[in-house]
């Protein structure tokens, strides 16, 4: 059966947060991030070439598929380079339980503007083992298509709040709060505990004064040799990646 002209202008919707709201759902595209998210999320439909719904077993719950042609993916996809299958699913919606952080290593980030960062670093979560992150309201919405993307289905596997952050943060009793600054301590040189909360800021501006006040342990990623002249600051996935894997490296030797 062909892909309607309707359902073509509703996965493009898609890309409107208002819509996802609305409906409850968002987009994945291509084997490797479909196949991930099966099974973790409700499919509310799901459209894909004949060579990849041949290859598939675990479809059985899934009520409407529709077999298409690669043209026909091109003209519903919203990638450059459609692979394959595409597919909605229903959002789902965490609790926040601040106790998290008493016991493990969470993220939170505050106001990051780019989908693609904030899909990199759920993505990042994922591979340290990392399985909440907590972020601002104006933090990027996960549920955006290059947010998911990015993820690389690390969204199965790491719990995205929405939350107050200076609120959660003033819940925790004692838990360690870090946040990276210009004015931190080298990261490489303090002890790293093994559970509480780590903070990203803004691309532009990085952590917000009302969160800054709440931080009890400031760190600083040097650069390489210190007196070279180099960027004023790294990307904050990228920033992320190292702080998270100075945590990890640090827990691994106890």
């Given amino acids: 059966m062909a892909i309607s002209k309707n359902r073509i202008k509703y996965i493009h919707s898609l890309e409107l947060k208002k819509k996802r709201k609305e409906e409850n759902v968002f987009l994945a595209e291509g084997p490797k991030l479909v196949e991930d998210l099966l099974g973790h999320f409700d499919c509310r439909f799901l459209m894909g070439t004949r ?13 409407d598929i529709t077999e ?3 043209e026909e993916l091109a003209r519903a996809s919203l990638q450059k380079t459609p692979q394959q299958v595409l597919a909605v699913f229903e959002q789902l919606q965490y609790m926040t ?16 503007q780019d ?3 904030l899909g990199t670093i759920v993505r990042l979560a994922d591979w340290f083992g990392i399985e ?21 289905g690390g969204i199965a596997r790491v719990r995205v709040h929405y939350t107050d952050l200076p609120e959660l943060i003033r819940s925790l009793n004692g838990v360690p709060v870090y946040g990276t600054f210009l004015d931190g301590k080298n990261i490489y040189e303090q002890p790293l505990s093994e559970h509480g909360l780590i903070i ?9 004064r009302d969160v800054e006040q709440l931080v009890n342990r400031k760190l600083y990623i040097p650069n390489y040799p210190v007196s070279r002249e180099t ?13 998270c894997a100075e945590f990890r490296r640090q827990a691994a030797w106890r």
Avoid: R
Avoid at 51 to 63: P, R, V
Avoid at 132 to 152: E, G
């Fill in 132 to 152: 909440d992150i907590f972020c601002s309201p104006n933090t990027a919405d996960i549920y955006n298509p290059k947010a998911i993307q990015a993820t690389m």
């Fill in 51 to 63: 060579e990849w719904l041949a290859s598939q077993k675990n479809l059985t719950d899934i009520q």
């Fill in 231 to 243: 960027s004023e600051s790294l990307n904050v996935a990228i920033a992320t990646a190292v702080v």
């Fill in 115 to 117: 989908p693609g960062n």
């Fill in 68 to 70: 298409v042609t690669e």
């Fill in 200 to 208: 990203m800021g803004n691309e532009g501006k990085g952590i917000g």
């Fill in 97 to 112: 339980d601040p106790k998290i952080v008493e016991h493990s290593l969470c993220l939170a980030l505050d106001d990051v």
